[in-house]
């Protein structure tokens, strides 16, 4: 039988929303600062999964300029209905509020094109989309309570939007202020309308350890909505920092051809229960429904390492890959994972001959703005990158180079210069904001020069002429460390340190090669 193993989406890929459409899944994730942004990611069985294009793709589409990491685009939703495919989500800036909010895009296909973002007349973040048997259009979506009771209270609004006028009409209801009094954050709102009921299930304590679930029911969309008493349902914030699975929550529910539910929600693989260098990930979870109300891992209480799909067919439709099935695979220029910092990355490279042609750009990796920069998550805690740049093109004062990135305020670097007596080898370090740069000496001249980043849990080791050059911590990068919402990215990169750029680089060669362990886990 096929089985879907734990996580679904390994690497950051938080806030999972999830929508079927005919004999297809679709699942959409929040991307911040990177592009392109929200990729749509198609299965027929929730196990083999296939990226068909992303939301926001196109230069102009919304601005990312000077958006800080951690901000940029939030938690998106997916549905289908009315004909159409739906997203709906937040560009957010976090030192300028005023900035980005909720926007909504369609689309016929859901591999694109989607409409340019109708920005919406709603504050706050995580908005979903519901549709009653009427065809009415329910958006709601999360903010801070405009009374509240205590520090970082939200509540979930509910408003209607009417395709015809493309904007939000009628009043607005305030249907739910979380289900434990004093928690933070009731947020990732989605409702359902499932046998005649409005179901809501939040998220609620924060998308970090405290993460938990929980459901309200409604006759009516507008509410009043009663909590399960239950509540919250689903959590993993009672294993303690023995579990290595911690911070489950932001769930969303779909239905399987075989009449049985799952939901999707985010966690985090913490070896040590405290810090996860990948990120928050897509994790399946197995819902039934007892009274009427939804139970997540019944007779569990807990994300299962696997779960079967017995419904699901043995032929994987072409095309299609398993999160296992990258193994040591050149990442070429075609690649759906490759993306750039606040532009798309053919704003930033060009794509000549099977590698990227890098064109070094004045900004460091320290500014939110659009380094030359391009890179993958990193999705397996033991992976060997191995990157190869041609450095001809380097001018003068010119580095280029292979980075471990949180944000700007925190990365790694193994790094190439082309001094006036030729190349040299350094480290470039920055630690909340604070750079250190290490000269590791004079490199041989050479066309190219082949970096390596090897990781194995917490311990990442850069290389060069198969010696390790550089260490890095992930404990001391992860989110949990650094504050913001996001995992690691593994890159290449090049910049003339604020001088007029000259020069370029080309990624003749990205290879990204898990290496699975004897059980075979990732
Ligand atoms: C997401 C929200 C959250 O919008 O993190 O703290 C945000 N909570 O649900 C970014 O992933």
Redesign the pocket.
């Known amino acids: 039988m096929i089985e879907a193993v734990n996580p679904i989406l390994p690497g950051c890929h ?2 999972p929303s999830i929508c079927r459409a005919g004999d297809g899944y679709y699942l959409v994730s ?1 991307t ?1 600062e990177y592009l392109p942004g929200l990729p749509v990611m198609r299965s027929h069985d929730l196990v083999r999964w296939e990226t068909v294009g992303h939301v926001i793709d196109r230069p102009g589409m919304l601005d990312f300029d000077g958006i800080g990491s ?1 901000g940029g685009l ?2 998106p939703t997916i549905r289908h209905g009315l004909g159409l495919f739906w997203v709906i989500c ?1 560009l ?1 800036d976090r030192e300028d509020p005023s900035r980005g909010g909720n926007f909504l895009v369609t689309a016929e296909d859901p591999a694109g094109p989607w409409s340019d973002p109708l920005m919406l007349d709603a504050d706050g ?2 908005p979903s989309i519901a549709f009653d048997e009427e065809g009415r259009v329910w958006l709601h979506g ?1 903010r801070l309570a405009r009374e509240p009771e205590w520090r970082d209270q939200t509540e979930v609004w509910v408003r209607e939007y009417s395709p015809a006028e493309r904007a939000l009409v009628g009043e607005e209801h305030v249907i739910w202020r979380g289900a434990v009094t004093g928690a933070v ?1 009731a ?2 709102p989605h409702l359902y309308r499932i046998d005649g009921a409005w179901v809501l299930v939040a ?1 609620e304590g ?3 350890f405290h993460h938990a679930v929980s459901v309200a029911r409604a006759d009516e969309v507008t509410g009043p909505y009663l909590g399960d008493r239950a509540n919250p349902v689903f959590t993993h914030r009672h294993l303690g920092r023995a579990s290595a699975v911690i911070g489950a929550g ?1 769930a969303d529910l779909v239905p399987a051809p075989d009449g049985s539910w799952l939901a999707v929600m985010l966690a985090m693989r913490a070896a040590d229960g405290r810090h996860y260098p990948l990120g ?1 990930e897509t994790f399946l979870c197995p819902v039934s429904w007892e009274d009427g109300w939804p139970v997540f891992a019944a007779g569990e209480g807990r994300l299962p390492r696997a779960l079967p799909i017995p419904w699901a067919v043995d032929a994987a439709p072409s095309g299609s890959w398993q999160p296992d099935d990258r193994t040591a695979g050149d990442v070429t220029p075609a690649d759906p994972r490759w993306t750039a910092l606040r532009a798309l990355p053919a704003e930033v490279a060009e794509a000549e001959g099977g590698s990227w042609r890098l064109p070094v750009r004045a900004a460091s990796l320290r500014e939110p703005t659009s380094p030359a920069f391009l890179g993958v998550r990193q999705q397996h805690a033991d992976v060997d990158v191995r990157c190869v740049l041609d450095v001809r093109g380097l001018a003068e004062g010119e580095s280029s180079g292979i980075v471990l990135r949180q944000s700007e305020r925190d990365h790694v670097a193994l790094a190439v210069t082309r001094t006036r007596d030729g190349l040299r080898l350094s480290s470039e370090r920055c630690r909340d904001g604070d750079p250190e740069r290490h000269d590791l000496g004079a490199l041989p001249e050479a066309d190219e020069v082949a970096l390596g980043l090897e990781a194995r849990g917490y311990d990442y080791v850069f290389t060069h002429g198969g010696l390790e050059r550089v260490a890095a911590d992930g404990r001391e990068l992860d989110a949990s460390s650094t504050g913001g ?1 996001l995992g690691l990215w593994i890159g290449a990169y090049a910049t003339s340190a604020g001088a007029a750029p000259r020069g370029e680089v080309r990624i003749t060669r990205f290879a990204y090669a898990p290496a699975l362990t004897e059980q075979g886990d990732r």
């Open positions: 938080p806030d929040s911040f951690s939030y938690a937040t957010v973040i995580d999360t954050w947020e990732g998220a924060g998308t970090e932001h928050r919402f």
